[in-house]
């Protein structure tokens, strides 16, 4: 019989079978470091949970192989979670065991419903604040309960019962309890600090084997953890309680949700420690909604994706799902052959882990990053709820307060005045709503009767409390000899304030675009396009707003930019005010040298100024590509068919250079753009004027060096100012295509 090679497998499969062999040198060493961490912290966390020791293992057992074949995050690892350990404490003191198992059967249905539902992100938009703050509280509760074990006593019913006989349980610390467990914590935080050698067998592992080894070794008399004879024997199936049907309910949702969300953050946090394929976070909802229907029926712990694991699965060199599957593998086995090894544990060294783990959980570099974001008060009021009432109390008064703290932030406007030369400027920013009225009624009352004011709105709603409040007190200060000049930013909420009309409607107001895009003088008022020269003059009024609002936001870009003067791009566009180089370019300080003039022209002289500009542009600054911009409805165009208007010598003049643009329009081929011929005659000549001057610049000395050398190319561009669209000379095609369409041959 031939035995088949790779070479008689179909080319998918065999591709497959070498990646899988690539990658499993990796995944093999990664899933042990993993088995390595995660039996002790899922001993611990059953202990915790007040569930049998053996659920923890078969909960690490099924979230390795179940959902890491299953879920949509590679190389998340999944398994008990310390997270849970609250509720499912509070399920098995309520329900029994049994019926948590249940419990979790049914979350882990709801978690499928929910990932085929495919609105597994939905779970992202709750706050970090309350997430940190509701592990926060878990991480202290287990402390708080742990202490009492490591000390010798038993826990209390709830945390601040806890805290309040702590002190005493510290008088009445048992020794041998207290030592064994102390020396576990002291383990656990001294690991992290060894050399790195020391460091590749995990800190968990090494304290609860280390401590259990001295135990035995010294034959100390310690209550150990109690294992039956056969761990895959279950004994039971999952049952639904007799009654109080409405807390079961509240228990499967509450797992339901807190897995789903602590493993879709974990998801995503893990997405942010590796190159690899990005996390599918429905299929990860499907994947642990299944982990969870089977650990619950086969008498095991709610299962989540796991930080800790996973980041140590990607540490360690992972590659694909293999190494979470294997590590649920390793768990197996070792259950099945060392379960004896297990029963020599201490339940003080448990306590002792449990107590680090928890600790833990109160990440101080959360903490400090929730404050920055100003959300410590969300924080702290999770926290505080899930320790002094319970989890999902402290998670919807988080919850709560999160909207409360949003709500104020929409609704709460920016408000100061100041001088404006012999007037004032009162500057309202945000969402002007009632919140802020006692704010706004208290600046408008500092304005001295009289006075010349210029009221700047640039707010993204103006409710009908705050309209009010401005158009009376305009009414007011007018009549009593002021001024008050209204200018608006985005949409003209008050554009007739004193009419007592709000603008509510977009639909009924000019569209603006927003100011930090299109600053233009005629966006100051209630002025359409046409009724420019109406505007207040552009200059003084746009410098004072580029002082008040600009000039902080570019000072870091311009800072750099002081000593260095490095663009990429010489720019030749004509001078028309309608042709905004920096915006058909999206192109910031220090990008462009741009240099304007009439037509866009390159006067074949070799001393005026065109010729300098780009002499230096190639031959000091270096730029890589010289760009050529004519437009629609050029005036220089106009007047070399029409004729220059009278009175226009140095014009005409000027226009002399644009002689071989005439000549190349007559004769040669019409160009196109976008596939038509402009239907004007000016517009058909623009097109030719872009590659007549891209022709004088060929012959520029230091262009023409620049090119043989490589170093450069040209670039012809044509802007439809009624279209607002941008086409590229295609030299190959003929033709000026579309920029968002260009085949990429740009150079000239």
């Not at 049994?98 to 992100?121: K, P």
């Not at 020794?175 to 968990?204: E, F, H």
């Not at 990008?591 to 031959?619: H, K, M, Q, Y």
């Amino acid at each position: 019989m031939i035995e088949p090679t790779n070479q008689d497998l179909p080319p998918p499969t065999r591709e497959r079978l070498t990646a899988f062999r690539k990658n499993l040198k990796h995944d093999l060493p990664a899933s042990l470091v993993v088995f390595l961490v995660a039996v002790p912290l899922s001993i611990g966390i059953a202990f915790a949970s007040g569930a049998p020791i053996a659920a923890g293992l078969v909960a690490a057992v099924v979230g390795g192989v179940v959902a890491g074949l299953l879920g949509g995050s590679p190389l998340q690892v999944s398994g008990p979670a310390a997270g849970l350990t609250v509720i499912v404490a509070e399920s098995i003191d309520r329900f029994g065991w049994t019926t948590t198992c249940a419990i979790t059967v049914l979350a882990g249905l709801l978690q499928v419903l929910l990932g085929l539902s495919r609105i597994a992100r939905a779970a992202l938009a709750i706050s970090p604040a309350i997430v940190h703050g509701m592990l926060a509280g878990i991480g202290l509760t287990i402390v708080l309960a742990q202490l009492h074990v490591v000390l010798g006593g038993a826990t209390q019913t709830s945390p601040v019962d806890n805290l309040l006989e702590l002190p005493w349980q510290v008088i009445h610390a048992q020794g041998g309890a207290t030592a064994v467990g102390l020396l576990t914590i002291a383990l656990l935080i001294l690991w992290g600090r060894l050399p790195a050698a020391a460091r590749l067998v995990p800190g968990p592992l090494a304290a609860v084997l280390g401590v259990t080894v001295l135990t035995v070794v010294t034959g100390m008399s310690l209550e150990r953890v109690d294992l039956p004879d056969n761990l895959l024997h279950i004994g039971f199936v999952p049952a639904m309680p007799d009654g109080d049907w409405a807390a079961f309910t509240v228990a499967v949702v509450t797992i339901a949700l807190v897995a789903s969300v602590e493993s879709l953050l974990s998801s995503v946090a893990v997405d942010k420690l590796h190159n690899g394929p990005r996390a599918n976070l429905n299929r990860e909802l499907v994947g642990q909604g299944a982990a969870n229907i089977a650990s619950g029926a086969l008498g095991g712990l709610p299962v989540t994706g796991v930080i800790v694991r996973s980041s140590t699965n990607v540490a360690s060199g992972a590659r694909t799902r293999v190494s979470a599957v294997l590590h649920g593998i390793w768990i197996m086995l070792f259950v099945v052959l060392l379960a004896g090894v297990l029963r020599a544990i201490p339940l003080a060294v448990l306590a002792g882990l449990l107590v680090y783990v928890g600790a833990k959980l109160v990440d101080l570099n959360h903490l400090r990053t929730v404050r920055r974001h100003g959300d410590l008060l969300v924080y702290l009021v999770t926290l505080l709820g899930v320790l002094g009432l319970d989890l999902m109390s402290g998670v919807l008064l988080g919850v709560g307060v999160a909207a409360l703290l949003t709500l104020r932030r929409l609704l709460w406007a920016g408000i100061r005045v100041e001088r404006d030369g012999e007037g004032w400027r009162i500057l309202v920013e945000g969402a002007l709503a009632a919140l802020s009225i006692p704010r706004l009624v208290a600046v408008l009352g500092t304005i001295p009767r009289g006075a010349t004011v210029t009221l700047e709105l640039a707010v993204d709603y103006l409710d009908h409390a705050a309209f009010d409040t401005l158009s009376t007190w305009q009414q007011a200060h007018e009549s009593g000899g002021g001024t008050v000049v209204v200018e608006e930013f985005g949409h003209p909420w008050f554009a007739r304030g004193k009419a007592g009309t709000p603008t509510v409607d977009k639909g009924a107001a000019r569209r603006a675009m927003p100011r930090w895009y299109a600053p233009w003088a005629w966006q100051r008022g209630p002025a359409v396009v046409p009724a420019q020269r109406s505007a207040p003059p552009s200059v003084v009024l746009g410098t004072a707003e580029y002082e008040r609002h600009v000039a902080r936001l570019l000072l870091p870009t311009l800072s750099q930019l002081a000593d260095v003067h490095a663009p990429s791009t010489l720019f030749l566009t004509c001078g028309d005010a309608r042709i905004v180089p920096n915006v058909i370019t999206t192109s910031g300080p220090g990008e462009l040298f741009t240099v304007r003039n009439i037509g866009n022209l390159v006067p074949a002289d070799a001393d005026g100024s065109v010729a300098a500009a780009v002499e230096f542009a190639v031959g000091t600054l270096g730029v890589r590509e010289i760009a050529v911009c004519g437009h629609s409805s050029c005036g220089a165009m106009k007047a070399l068919v029409s004729g220059p208007p009278a009175g226009a010598p140095a014009l005409r003049s000027w226009l002399r250079h644009a002689s071989p643009s005439l000549e190349r329009s007559r004769t040669r081929p019409q160009l196109t753009v976008g596939g038509q011929v402009p239907a004007a005659e000016w517009d058909r000549l623009a097109l030719h004027n872009v590659l007549a001057q891209l022709d004088r610049l060929r012959a520029h000395p230091a262009v023409a060096t620049a090119l043989t050398r490589g170093e450069l190319r040209l670039i012809g561009m044509y802007f439809d100012v009624a279209a607002a669209r941008v086409y590229l000379h295609d030299p190959v095609a003929g033709e000026f295509l579309p920029a968002s369409v260009h085949s990429g041959r740009l150079v000239e």
